[in-house]
């Protein structure tokens, strides 16, 4: 019901996308990315991915550069792994650019990646996380590493999408 009254909304209103909260809609400027944290899951709370004997905790973050007139840009996606009470971090960040889409408001949901060519990942999906994981280890991220490392999440992309059977 909420998806067409948006879609509705949408087509009525050039503003920009528009955000149903009760039986309001709500038009975000155009320029907005519309990331909202109080309509995704709590940020601030670490999940956790057990794999073999390792716990690893993982959680997922929404940058973006605000300019001075409100508007967002430069929207990144950035999956953070750790494992639990280890030090160093694994910072998988998904930057937009061309020919990559990263959430900026309507139609793209929070954490869903994707390519020009189609291919898609959802980042809040644990499966997604665990791929991303082995994916990391494979191009020899060591977990135990004292230190924090940031990997570039659209060179991982296809390998994740040959794990998860999405290509």
């Given at each position: 019901m909420a998806?067409?009254?948006?879609?509705?909304?949408?087509?009525?209103?050039?503003?920009?996308?528009?955000?149903?909260?009760g039986?309001?809609?709500?038009?975000?400027?155009?320029?907005?990315?519309?990331?909202?944290?109080?309509?995704?899951?709590?940020?601030?709370?670490?999940?956790?991915?057990?794999?073999?004997?390792?716990?690893?905790l993982?959680?997922?973050?929404?940058?973006?550069?605000?300019?001075?007139?409100?508007?967002?840009?430069?929207c990144?996606?950035?999956?953070?792994?750790r494992?639990?009470?280890a030090?160093?971090?694994?910072?998988?960040?998904?930057?937009?650019?061309?020919g990559?889409?990263?959430?900026?408001?309507?139609?793209?949901?929070s954490?869903?990646?994707?390519t020009?060519?189609?291919?898609?990942?959802?980042?809040?999906?644990?499966?997604?996380?665990?791929?991303?994981?082995?994916?990391?280890?494979?191009?020899?991220?060591?977990?135990?590493?004292?230190?924090?490392?940031?990997?570039?999440?659209?060179?991982?992309?296809?390998?994740?999408?040959?794990?998860?059977?999405?290509?």
């Amino acid at each position: 019901m909420a998806s067409a009254r948006i879609r509705a909304a949408v087509a009525s209103h050039g503003d920009g996308p528009g955000v149903v909260r009760g039986a309001e809609t709500h038009f975000l400027p155009r320029g907005h990315c519309g990331y909202d944290p109080r309509m995704t899951r709590n940020g601030t709370k670490a999940r956790r991915l057990v794999v073999g004997g390792d716990t690893f905790l993982w959680s997922l973050r929404h940058t973006h550069r605000t300019l001075d007139d409100g508007r967002h840009t430069e929207c990144c996606e950035t999956l953070v792994l750790r494992l639990f009470r280890a030090r160093g971090e694994l910072r998988i960040a998904f930057r937009g650019g061309p020919g990559r889409t990263v959430p900026g408001g309507f139609p793209t949901a929070s954490g869903m990646v994707g390519t020009a060519e189609g291919g898609w990942l959802n980042l809040h999906e644990p499966g997604t996380a665990r791929a991303l994981l082995d994916e990391a280890r494979a191009r020899g991220w060591r977990p135990d590493d004292p230190t924090r490392r940031e990997l570039d999440g659209w060179a991982l992309f296809a390998g994740v999408e040959d794990r998860r059977g999405t290509r």
